[in-house]
């Protein structure tokens, strides 16, 4: 996976995720929605097969809104992980 930052505004963020697909993008979207700072944050594949997701994040502060997400989503994650061994 890599990131690509388009646009680093301080109230807005747009970036792809290059390699990843809905299954991640929807993910994040929605644990980003758990934010009540974010205002904005959707995300966009234009091609089914060779399109690269774009993000679009607007908050007080969205590089601080992304890093709580990921950081929301590691845990569950893990938390998961435990609950099936």
Do not use: Q
Not at 12 to 23: A, K, N, P, Q, S
Not at 60 to 82: F, H, M, T, V
């Amino acid at each position: 996976m890599e990131i690509k930052i388009l646009e680093d505004k301080k109230k807005r963020l747009v970036f792809e995720i290059i390699g990843e697909d809905h299954t991640l993008c929807n993910a994040l979207r929605d644990e980003l929605w758990n934010d009540k700072t974010v205002t904005i944050a959707v995300y966009n594949i234009s091609h089914p097969i060779i399109g690269i997701p774009k993000f679009i994040i607007e908050a007080d502060d969205p590089k601080e809104a992304l890093k709580g997400a990921i950081s929301r989503l590691k845990k569950k994650n893990n938390e998961l992980l435990k609950s099936l061994k």
